[in-house]
């Protein structure tokens, strides 16, 4: 075997078909559009046209909105609380805030608040200061001898409503 004889398995490669080159190609006169029309011409074709029937994106009836002043929050489970506690980058005897959970790398960058999920299981010997802005309803049930949400006043009537909800 030379490496003049190596080549392509037969059918690997194969040929793209030239459209519009005549008649006895089998792809010329109108290259597989077919007849006249918006469809057989370059750059155009109507998205969800169904023949003069409403379309379906006109038929069914707007849902939702997106609201202007929506606030974002960092999300932190229990159990990562616990992780960061249990490794040491976070220090469970003081209140735990935001700059503390960005300095345990456990939250990229501060949003609008903390969010405390109740995903995992917090096992701190001494009761747990988070500073937070809303609470999930599973850490809402949490023993305060384990874990105080401490909520800044301005916010105490936010977090309120939706411990309640």
């Known amino acids: 075997m030379r490496l003049n ?7 690997s490669r194969k040929l793209r078909v030239r459209i519009g080159r005549g008649i006895g190609s089998g792809m010329g ?8 029309g ?24 707007k849902r939702g909105f997106n609201k202007l002043n929506a606030k974002h929050y960092n999300e932190i489970n ?4 616990q992780e960061a506690i249990d490794s040491g980058r976070l220090d469970a005897g003081k ?14 960058r501060a949003l609008d ?10 096992k701190a010997k001494l009761p747990l200061t988070v500073e937070i ?12 001898q384990h874990l105080a949400l401490f909520v800044p006043a301005a916010e105490w009537h936010t977090i309120h409503q939706s411990m309640n909800n």
């Open 133 to 144: 802005s809303v609470a999930s309803p599973d850490v809402a049930t949490i023993n305060p």
């Open 78 to 81: 229990l159990g990562r609380l």
């Open 113 to 122: 608040g903390v969010r405390v999920l109740g995903e995992g299981e917090l």
């Open 38 to 61: 918006q469809t057989a011409r370059a750059g155009v074709r109507l998205g969800g046209f169904e023949g003069g029937q409403m379309p379906l994106h006109r038929r069914l009836p």
């Open 5 to 11: 004889d190596i080549k392509d398995n037969p059918g």
């Open 95 to 108: 209140p735990i805030d935001i700059a503390a959970l960005m300095a345990a790398g456990l939250v990229r």
């Open 29 to 36: 006169k109108m290259g597989g559009r077919g007849g006249k």
